[in-house]
């Protein structure tokens, strides 16, 4: 007799979990919407939870004249604002919205209110709010409809500096508002594109300085009036080479500005450019790596930056004075996200993350060299279990050597490992050594090996590597990783025959790509919030981006350049993607619009090829609650078993 199991059944056997019948399964949040996704027994999910099971913590602000700060954590089912009196100490919670909040800024005094940021539902349309410290009480600033993005306050008074959308949903204009009176918001300069940003105020706050983002190979820097919105370029633009300035800020002279530059370099290099000659003076030549993070202390004395070398942050002082160069010392390990001076010019904030923390706050004493810990977050399953990274390099297919991190799992799994390609997105990003989250159940509960690679077109290893896949060359990264499955298939402990590809964004778009020209090569993959057509993708993403993105993709404006891009595209290759794949979209995504995720979709559907699909209602380009990050972890481990390991 021959007996035959349902699809659930037969899963059910091969995750060793019992039978439908016999068992609660769990439901998708009433938020989330599934197609094709098998049920999941809550013993299932149980595993898995405790890896969801972490918190993080990133600076927002420090307080004006007390030795307090403003972190952004979660403790409910998004981000929110505390506020920390003292290292250690308890996180006290101040806003308690639907939506996260991560952006903020303390006023002048810091007793009397905060200014923050948030969207909703992850559409990116974010609105100023001013937080009253006593009461509680928030105050909507801007227009509720338009997409603004806070910047500085002024040096003297509650003049805070932001760019909106406002005048047409595309241009990102400068505005000055003085939040106690919302009354004040008024416009100062209309700026033309999407990527102009306020950095900071000269000390007498006659100037704001201004960064124009043309790509992430060129920017420019321009000075603009406050009271006449007269707009002045201080970096001249070179005819001969892109130029890029990624952060910048007054000297506290206010005679000159502190750049990071790749002008005359293939890194970004801490640059001094006086007002009067506007001349640069490099102060990092020694040090071939990216300056990512900058910030001057309010005495003038010192710098603090933070060099990226070769996917590790790390800190340095620079003494104003005689441009001595220091390294910090006693910090962990890791990626720096942000780096900013107390008021009283000696402390230093820093957020990191890495392999075993998920995100934490500290500070470092510039007087003393004390380094204080001053949150940390709690893990479900201790942090100690996580192994960092092994840097691994392989040569790609026209010689060029290409590196990433190789997380391997414990060694209670013997034999090759099956292995995950984790590809980064951006394409203007890195992979670091870093927090993998809920991954890490892969790691260590189910044997996976997980390799993130830094395929060209990434940062970090020079201004003409990013640019190695823009345009007509895009398709070399999808040959980068193919090359990377030739050198998965000589390492001893890893599994040529059970491949997974898994990205997001660009990094989808990636993965949707790899998986359709080299389908032979892979058991399975995952698709977060990619761009199935880079086409599709450039008319209807957001107009604000549309101008920087062409940069990177081409234009598809332009007939031959439309062309290459619909002939690369995996939507027109459909036919040749025919592994299983699942989809992960956000219904508000305002970079790669659900439309994207639902092409492909349909014509996988249409064709036969197993297809699972996940869309939040109230997310955008990735998810933020934790009750839907928690249900898509679920979905993550049901699939890479069913499909990887079986």
């Known amino acids: 007799m021959k007996i035959r199991l349902s699809f659930h059944a037969a899963l059910a056997v091969c995750l060793g979990w019992p039978a439908l019948g016999q068992e609660p399964t769990v439901s998708a949040p009433d938020s989330i919407v599934v197609d094709g996704v098998p049920a ?38 998004t981000p929110q604002l505390h506020l920390v009196l003292a290292p250690g100490a308890a996180r006290r919670q101040l806003t308690f919205e639907e939506d996260a909040v991560s952006d903020a800024r303390f006023g002048p005094s810091g007793s009397d209110y905060l200014v923050f940021a948030k969207d909703v539902g992850g559409g990116e349309k974010y609105q100023l709010y001013r937080y009253e410290m006593r009461s509680g009480h928030v105050t909507l600033l801007t227009d509720g409809k338009s997409r603004n993005l806070i910047g500085p306050f002024a040096n003297h008074g509650d003049a805070l500096a932001y760019t909106s959308t406002r005048r047409n949903g595309k241009d990102t204009d400068l505005w000055v508002v003085s939040p106690p009176d919302p009354r004040s918001d008024h416009l100062v300069v209309q700026l033309a594109g999407g990527g102009w940003q306020p950095l900071d105020w000269a000390p007498d706050d006659s100037k704001i300085l201004l960064q124009e983002a043309i790509s992430v190979n060129e920017a420019s820097l321009w000075l603009v009036d406050p009271k006449t919105g007269e707009k002045t370029r201080l970096t001249a633009q070179d005819p001969g080479q892109k130029v890029s300035y990624a952060y910048a800020q007054f000297s506290r002279d206010g005679k000159g500005i502190y750049a990071s530059t790749d002008k005359d370099s293939e890194f970004l290099r801490l640059a001094y450019i006086p007002l009067d000659t506007r001349k640069p003076n490099y102060l990092t030549t020694e040090h071939p790596w990216d300056v990512e ?15 990226n070398e070769n996917g590790q942050s790390v800190l340095y002082a620079l003494s104003i004075r005689n441009n001595k ?56 399953v201790p942090a100690t279990d996580f192994q960092p990274a092994e840097l691994m390099q392989w040569t790609s297919f026209d010689g060029r050597k290409l590196s990433g991190f190789l997380y391997k799992p414990p060694l209670k799994f013997s034999g090759p490992r099956p292995v995950l390609v984790l590809i980064h997105g951006g394409p203007e990003a890195q992979a670091r050594n870093e927090w993998l989250g809920r991954l890490n159940y892969l790691l260590n509960e189910m044997g996976v090996a997980i390799l993130a690679p830094n395929v060209r077109g990434s940062t970090g290893y020079g201004k003409s590597f990013t640019q190695l896949d823009n345009g007509y060359l895009r398709e070399n990264a999808y040959k980068d990783v193919n090359s990377l499955f030739d050198w998965i298939a000589t390492q001893p402990g890893l599994d040529a025959r059970r491949i997974a590809v898994m990205g997001g964004s660009y990094g989808g778009h990636m993965t949707l790509a790899v998986s359709t020209f080299y389908s ?29 993105r062409r940069v990177e993709y081409g234009d598809e404006r332009d007939p031959q350049m439309r062309a290459f891009l619909e002939r690369i595209a995996p939507m027109n290759n459909v036919e040749k993607l025919k592994k299983p794949l699942l989809v992960v979209a956000g219904k508000n995504d305002p970079r790669v619009p659900v439309t994207e995720s639902d092409q492909i979709v349909g014509a996988l559907k249409k064709q036969g090829t197993p297809v699972w699909y996940v869309m939040a209602k109230d997310e955008g380009h990735g998810y933020i609650r934790e009750v839907n990050r928690d249900y898509l972890g679920y979905v993550l481990a049901a699939f890479f078993q069913r499909y990887l390991l079986n």
Request: hydrophobic content about 40%; charged content about 20%; some cysteine.
């Open 40 to 77: 999941i027994s809550q013993s299932a999910a149980k595993a898995m939870r405790a890896y969801g099971a972490y918190r993080y913590a990133t600076f927002a602000d420090w307080h004006p004249s007390s030795a307090s700060m403003l972190v952004s954590t979660r403790f409910g089912n």
């Open 293 to 307: 993070a900058l910030d001057v202390s309010q005495d003038g004395k010192r710098i603090a930056l933070v060099l």
């Open 325 to 380: 160069l220091t390294r910090l010392q006693h910090l962990p390990a890791g990626v720096i996200d942000a780096v900013h001076w107390h008021h009283n010019g000696h402390l230093l904030a820093i957020s990191m993350s890495n392999a075993n923390m998920p995100g934490d706050v500290f500070s470092f004493d510039a007087d003393t060299g004390a380094v204080s810990r001053w949150t940390e977050s709690e893990t479900g």
């Open 520 to 548: 032979d090569r892979v058991r399975c993959s995952v698709d977060d919030f990619g761009m199935s057509n880079l086409v599709t993708f450039l008319e209807h993403t957001e107009s604000y981006r549309q101008d920087l």
